[in-house]
């Protein structure tokens, strides 16, 4: 099958590589003239493991191609995806959708021949409608439908993700329609993925309903981890209690910073927004905004009291991104952790193995080239970010390098225990504070 995947970005470039791999002709398009030279040279504009073999892999065997030009690219293509971004508007935290239906538009003039028009960004309910509202008043001889197919995957382990996805999604509403998408995810019945079939409108909600959902079930587990830190309780063993209930699932319950990245924040607001324009309004994911956004200033202040007041100290800080193998620091905890800190007159060290290059762009801090410099001469330590790296430092250089063994570790990495033995001040997120 022949696709066209319009949009070079996150979800783009990761559903255009993986799709050629299921063996369709995939040309990847995007209006960013350098970023499309790259990818031609083998230049891969994001961190992502694995996406660099991917699509090595298919450039070679002839499937995946990048080009600029969506009218050659759309030629004989039986299917075009729209994978541009949707980022928050600014002012009323709304999806901009001017992406979106500046594509529709443009493929619009490019139809030839059946074709589905395939909405993979992440838009609000009554998107897909709007588009082939845009695509009929263009060209009203076009032969064409829409469909809806959301994407769930997670930075770094997309690839993985849309090999062996827990479902696809489908919203569209005619058979022809059906028939081409379930031809595109065709090997993924080999693994027996379901595929759920809807409509538009009902695919478009269970996006924003899933992610929202998430976001609520870490708020939920973080609140739980204020109660745990108040009566010496411990979160992750009421996570595990909790979790091993079929009906609650035992992922999506770790305590933590407050949640971050490009899709929780700007979905949340997005689905808030649209359930207040249908006269729905949700309280409880208005909830789970206010109470995220005002964790990450907990977390600031959570940090000076282990410290005992950061004033003129230097703390040493392990990870920026808003989650480890990324370098994406959209919404991260540490955008409001570390200017909070440094507004109390800390000064800061940090290192993040992918994550600097994007952070330089936000604060200014003394930026380290790896974990054991970042320690040296500092007063304590904060790991903000679970890399795998951070996992298994070596406590007794650590404790060697700071000034004073203290370590507050907000992605609970270390057991308490064992950082009591170790001889270190812990303080973690939902469990008793040690040493
Ligand atoms: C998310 C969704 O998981 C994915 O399905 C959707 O397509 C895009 O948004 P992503 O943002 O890449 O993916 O990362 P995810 O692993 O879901 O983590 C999101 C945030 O929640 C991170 O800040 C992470 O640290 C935090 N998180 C996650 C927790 O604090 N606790 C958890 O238990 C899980």
Aim: proline content about 4%.
């Amino acid at each position: 099958m022949r696709i066209v995947m319009i949009g070079s970005g996150y979800v783009g470039l990761v559903s255009g590589a993986c799709l050629s791999e299921f063996g369709h002709d995939v040309v990847c398009v995007d209006t960013d003239i350098a970023k499309i030279e790259g990818l031609k040279v083998g230049k891969i504009p994001i961190y992502e493991p694995g996406l660099d073999e991917v699509v090595a892999a298919n450039v070679k065997s002839g499937r995946l191609s990048f080009e600029t030009d969506l009218k050659a690219a759309m030629e004989a293509a039986e299917a075009v995806f729209i994978a541009v971004g949707t980022p928050s508007r600014r002012g009323d935290g709304h999806a901009d959708l001017s992406y979106v239906f500046a594509a529709a538009e443009e493929i619009a003039h490019n139809l030839k021949g059946y074709t589905v028009v395939v909405t993979k960004s992440t838009v609000p309910v009554g998107t897909n409608k709007k588009v082939a509202e845009i695509i009929k008043k263009v060209r009203p001889d076009a032969d064409f439908d829409v469909a809806s197919n959301p994407e769930f995957l997670r930075e770094g382990s997309a690839i993985e993700d849309f090999r062996r996805p827990d479902r696809v999604v489908v919203g569209c509403h005619s058979d022809r329609a059906r028939a081409v998408m379930r031809e595109i995810y065709r090997p993924l019945y080999l693994n027996e993925t379901p595929i759920v079939f809807t409509t538009c409108e009902s695919s478009e909600i269970i996006k924003y309903a899933s992610n929202a959902f998430l976001a609520a079930k870490i708020t939920f587990i973080n609140e739980m981890a204020n109660l745990c830190e108040a009566v010496d309780a411990n979160v992750q063993d009421v996570a595990r209690g909790m979790g091993l209930d079929g009906r609650i699932g035992n992922k999506f319950l770790h305590a933590g910073p407050g949640y971050g990245g490009s899709c929780f924040p700007k979905d949340t607001l997005a689905l808030l927004k649209t359930c207040q324009e249908y006269g729905t309004p949700t309280k409880i994911i208005e909830a789970v905004v206010a109470v995220n956004d005002a964790r990450k200033i907990q977390m600031g202040a959570k940090i000076e009291k282990a410290f005992g007041g950061v004033a003129g100290k230097t703390i040493a800080i392990l990870g920026l991104t808003f989650k480890p193998n990324t370098d994406d620091m959209r919404d991260a905890p540490s955008l409001v952790i570390v200017p909070y800190l440094k507004d109390k007159g800390a000064k800061i060290k940090a290192f993040d193995p992918e994550g600097m290059k994007e952070a330089k762009k936000h604060f200014e801090v003394e930026w380290c080239n790896e974990t054991y410099e970042t320690l040296q001469g500092a007063d304590g330590l904060v790991i903000l970010t679970e890399w795998n790296e951070f996992r298994a430092l070596d406590l007794g250089k650590v404790k060697s390098l700071l000034k004073r063994p203290l370590l507050v570790d907000l992605r609970n990495i270390y057991r308490p225990d064992m950082m009591a033995s170790a001889g270190f001040q812990y303080v973690s997120v939902g469990r008793p504070d040690v040493g």
